[in-house]
DNA sequence: TTAGTTATGGTCAAGTTGACTCAAACTGAT
DNA sequence: ATCAGTTTGAGTCAACTTGACCATAACTAA
């Protein structure tokens, strides 16, 4: 969103590229680079609830990788690679999240393209970045590596390249889609009780909601489906559980799903 | 947003992808195409408010231009291009807005990355889609020629690649962004009066809305100002003049405006 | 002066939301 | 067997929002 400006005034920028490529180059030269495309990647944020360490609730994690060369070495980022010709951008995100955490996505959704100039210092690379939610049985099984590891999404440090940018923007999605969409569900199994639905508003919106005013309004949407069963086994009144009957629709990819 | 399939079942697309390359090909052959990587390019789906033809009531309009090549060559498509190296995204997408229609536009934003395999028959390429909007004044001084032509959102009939999708989905957003937002403001001039904004929902939105409910909507948020100003010369009472004192806000390439 | 037209302010009923109360139903300890 | 502790789940009430509708204000054109 920018009130564009149309003129001139974008003469310093040359030079500063220049600049920074200079320090980090390695091969070849400026010339061959700029005449090079841009490269595609793709990238995906993945978020998944686990209990916290220290009180126990549910919060956000997500896995990152560990570069293992130049540039940032050694530093943590996004699981992702290159785009293959054999695969739409979806199915290369599905395919990249898999290889590098072996997990499978209950929910996958293209979050932005991130294009600027500087994000790799040896190369001009575009990144499409897809986030995804996965259930806390697949979460629980995922590979974890000394190269692949769990954070918590509010304690990241110093990520490679921008991508702690593309976090901050993937976890305002996630609010946001939260807030208005059906989107909670995609983090639970088939059968949840109102209050694991709440869990997970808390957790991602980190506040505290009020259980009976919450109920009433996940209650009186039409895609919350009471089932029969409760769940037993807690010290108290056994809860009822529910099922989520829609579908998740509205990216363009996904629009002829039925 | 997917329920990601993570299995096989994905053997059926090679085969399809061959045949229509096999009936659109012109010179390279598949080996080379499949090695080479996907192409990016960039464009843009322009919106203004002209009038309408028989009612004379704004209506929604966008300028296509004509393809003067193959593939589609003849049928109207997006204004758009390849991403050069000097240039960030968004300033691909405005350069490219500018070249084409002589347009600044007054809101842009990234739309989506499209990336099915099948989009163009001779290539695979990937397009990151702005969208914008444009202001009146610039519209009606907007270059218009053999083959740049404004169009009916309504009434385009058939365009190249996946482009009718592509405009489908950008209606969408700015419908939904409407409804939310505070972007109407960016279809008028400095300032306007209330009746006006109610005009650009009416027109986007295809619906009629009641002038004073919309207006006591309007009125109670902060970005609206009133100024001193009516707006004289009509045939009836002068309306008061108003303006928009809002940033745009929350692109990730954005976030930095103050 | 009057008819026509839009601007602008207001009322009212229906629906939604947040704060809060209270009974129901279970477990575990005494 | 009973009681304390816990969470579920139903309901009340006031504040606020929304849509339908009415009335007056302020201009122009005839």
Redesign the interface.
Known sequence: ????N?GPA?TG??IA?KRVITVYTTSANVAER??A????AISTVIFALRPSESSGRPTLWLPLVRRIREPFKGLWALPGGP?T???????AA?RNL?ETTGL???????L??????HRSPTQ?V?S?VYWALVQPTEAALADESENVRWFRADKLGSLAFDHN??VD?AL?RLRNKLAYGSIAYHFLGEYFTLAQVREVYEAVLDTQLDPANFRRQIKSTPEIEETGEYLQGGKHRPPRLYRFTGR????????S?P
């Not at 969103?1 to 564009?4: G, K």
């Not at 010709?85 to 199915?91: I, V, Y």
């Not at 932005?112 to 100039?117: E, I, L, N, R, S």
């Open positions: 969103m920018t009130i564009t149309p974008r920028r040359p590229a700029q005449s495309p841009p490269s595609l785009l010709h054999a695969e739409s951008l979806q199915d599905s898999r499978a996505p209950s929910y996958l959704e293209q932005y393209a991130f294009g600027g100039m001009r575009v499409i940018a593309i923007y305002w998740p629709g509205l990216d363009p990819d996904n629009r799903i």
